[in-house]
């Protein structure tokens, strides 16, 4: 035995197997005890209610959670004083932490369209033909970027232009033999319409609301592609086709196209002016043209023309234009249209193609199968269930804030009860289309081809989307096919309260997912950011502007006399805090006159968000990293503010005065949550301290 140990390679094992026994046995004794404070030991007689050894951390440490908790630890400025300055103390270092030029819903728009490119490039086959339509239109726009491509495809584009415009008609412009007296301007409009277009030049249907048109013309306002743009496509279509013109015809013709366009804006009403230029306009016809003639229905869809009748009969007749020098210049002015209408689709040369961003080519044509493909790969649909019941939740709490209003009349109340009671709401998309196959089928009237041009393609996406724009006003439908329906924004629309199927309440998916609400989020964080935005877009109803319609969508001043005065006190409190805050951007500057809604919204909507939030008396909600020790209505404060941060603005005063029509981001914080003593007292501020104002503005509550 001695001359075994004596060895020292077996005396080096024999070590090492302690050692592994020892180790072995220390983990056996620390899992067990692991298990002793995991697990509650067994009831008996002696003790009922067994102890909890080991309290769970109620933290949320979901990604999205750990996301929220760093924007709110590292955008916040510590050396400011809350109660002094609010927006700089959550936001003052915003800019260290973030490449984004706006808020961080801006940066939710950029990551989206990431998101529908990496889509659109990943190479998987589908049977569905609106994900295969998406991944064509991207394609045809994309390979015209390869110069080699484009030279080969640049000939037979402008020949497949010069096929569609001899469609509309004779082109006067590049025909020696045009006649004058064969002008028809009924055909060409007609034949306009075959090709997908709707805007006419000399009339064009405007929406009213999203269920109403009228025939309109724009003469005033019409904007034009730019004269040497228009010659180099025309300069470029008939190189292309061969076509050499006498001397300066071309220019020439131009050239008086651009000068009619002056002189439609002269001073005469535009009625009259068309009605001189065109006297008789088969407007029936023309329109009828524009339905697809499976699914469309013209009975139904005139009903939605408002003006129709009084502009039919008007333009009634068989009259005809006689001046010939006006029938050129018509000719070659529907012409000219036709080409604007179109110009984003035809690539005359390289600086066009590469002007193009083809992931937005597809998002703004066809918006709601890229919406389709989003949810499909990257929404998380709890977020709609979860919105859809903080929709009646914030809307309960609304409805008790009217209740308990301390200076509404009862009729008063009950109006504004009853206008609330019937807003109607679309949560990202109508039902419906959680079922498979069901935007597919909308597409059963888009028949493009791998062959086809990027133009063609275009082409038919335009009468395509023309066709079922026209559909979803006839009947009313859900989700507009014309919106663009990637906005991080929610939307309140007053006029639309009378129809029975679609929202007036619209709330986005960007708005409803990350950053903004995720399901793993407590609930003081979706009331936060999503419940205060809830209740901002409620307050729309009540507004100076949607004051005066009523709960159909209806135009009504349905507020009783009585309350007017006071209603009226109350929202100019709002406006003179406006107009007296000091901007930290454009110091004492600002003007309500283009804001005075959004003042509206934004106070009432906080008011709305606090008070789910209190009703629903949440107890165990998790805490935030970092926040573990602050309330939760006082957590809904800081995360508020968190939507608001964004660089310094780089706008001109006369811009903002001008143009904006949302307050302030500082002001959107500070002169909201200055006017609550809930903010007041949560944060221990003084009376009299900035964000605890002596002089408070309250909507329907004191």
Not at 328 to 335: D, F, P
Request: net charge positive; glycine share 4%; with cysteine.
């Amino acid at each position: 035995m001695r001359n075994k140990l004596n060895n020292p390679l077996i005396f080096i094992i024999l070590i090492l197997l302690a050692s592994l026994i020892l180790i072995l046995g220390t983990l056996a004794v620390w899992k067990y005890n692991q298990k002793l404070t995991r697990v509650a030991p067994l009831r008996n007689p002696e003790n009922p209610h067994p102890t909890v050894t080991q309290k769970r951390r109620n933290v949320c440490e979901s990604p999205e959670c750990v996301t929220l908790a760093h924007q709110l630890l590292n955008w916040r400025d510590t050396t400011v004083d809350p109660c002094e300055n609010f927006y700089k103390a959550s936001c003052g270092n915003y800019i260290q932490h973030t490449l984004s030029d706006g808020t961080r819903n801006a940066k939710k728009r950029k990551i989206i369209k990431k998101l529908i490119k990496e889509f659109l490039v990943k190479n998987h086959t589908t049977t569905s033909k609106s994900e295969n339509t998406m991944k064509l239109l991207y394609w045809k726009c994309q390979d015209l970027k390869n110069e080699t491509i484009l030279d080969l495809k640049l000939k037979r584009t402008m020949k497949e232009v010069l096929k569609d415009i001899r469609f509309l008609g004779p082109w006067p412009m590049i025909d020696e033999n045009w006649n004058p007296s064969k002008f028809d301007l009924n055909a060409i409009l007609i034949n306009m319409t075959k090709l997908g277009q709707h805007d006419f030049g000399l009339f064009k249907l405007q929406s009213i609301n999203k269920w109403e048109l009228k025939i309109v013309s724009d003469f005033h306002t019409a904007k034009h592609i730019p004269e040497h743009k228009i010659i180099n496509m025309i300069s470029a279509i008939l190189t292309a086709n061969n076509i050499t013109s006498k001397g300066n015809q071309v220019l020439n013709d131009i050239r008086d196209v651009y000068s009619f366009y002056e002189e439609l804006k002269s001073n005469i009403s535009e009625s009259v002016k068309l009605k001189e230029i065109a006297p008789s306009i088969q407007f029936e016809k023309i329109l009828k043209n524009l339905l697809h003639p499976k699914t469309g229905n013209w009975k139904q869809f005139k009903k939605k023309i408002s003006n129709a009748d009084p502009v039919f009969e008007n333009f009634g007749g068989s009259q005809i234009v006689q001046n010939n020098t006006l029938s050129r210049i018509l000719a070659n002015y529907l012409v000219l249209r036709f080409l604007e209408n179109s110009y984003s689709s035809i690539t005359y040369e390289s600086s066009v193609a590469n002007g193009r961003t083809c992931d937005e080519v597809v998002i703004n044509n066809l918006p709601r199968a890229t919406l389709r493909a989003f949810v499909q790969n990257h929404f998380d649909r709890e977020n709609r269930k979860i919105v859809s019941e903080m929709v009646d939740n914030t809307r309960e709490a609304y409805l008790e804030i009217i209740s308990n209003s301390t200076w509404l009349s009862l009729e008063g109340k009950r109006r504004a009860s009853l206008k609330l009671s019937k807003l109607k709401k679309l949560v990202g998309y109508p039902d419906e289309y959680e079922k498979e196959g069901t935007l597919d089928h909308t597409f059963e009237t888009l028949h493009t081809l791998p062959s086809d041009s990027f133009y063609t393609v275009m082409k038919k996406i335009n009468r395509y989307r023309t066709e079922i724009w026209l559909n979803f006003v006839s009947y009313n439908l859900s989700l507009d096919p014309t919106h663009d329906l990637f906005q991080v924004n929610a939307f309140y629309a007053a006029a639309e309260n009378q129809i029975s199927k679609p929202s007036c309440c619209y709330i986005m998916i960007p708005i409803i997912d990350e950053p903004n609400l995720d399901s793993t989020y407590p609930v003081y964080a979706k009331y936060a950011t999503t419940g205060a935005t809830l209740g901002h877009e409620m307050g729309h109803s009540f507004d100076p502007t949607g004051i005066e319609w009523n709960e159909d969508g209806f135009y009504e001043k349905w507020l009783p006399k009585e309350d007017q005065k006071e209603y009226k006190r109350r929202v100019k409190c709002l406006t003179d805090q406006y107009d007296g805050y000091d901007d930290p951007d454009f110091g004492r500057n600002m003007n309500s006159s283009n804001v005075f809604t959004e003042l509206f919204a934004d106070r009432s909507g906080i008011d709305a968000a606090i008070r789910t939030y209190r009703n629903l008396n949440i107890s165990d909600d998790p805490k935030i990293i970092g926040f573990e020790d602050v309330p939760g209505e006082k957590m809904m404060y800081h995360i508020y503010a968190l939507d608001r941060c964004a660089p310094r603005s780089t706008q001109s005063l006369s811009t903002v005065l001008s143009q904006n029509t949302h307050p302030s981001d500082s002001f959107r914080v500070n002169g909201v949550l200055s006017n609550l003593e809930s903010f007041s007292k949560a944060f221990n501020c003084p009376v009299g301290s900035p964000m605890n104002r002596k002089k408070k503005c309250y909507i329907f509550v004191d």
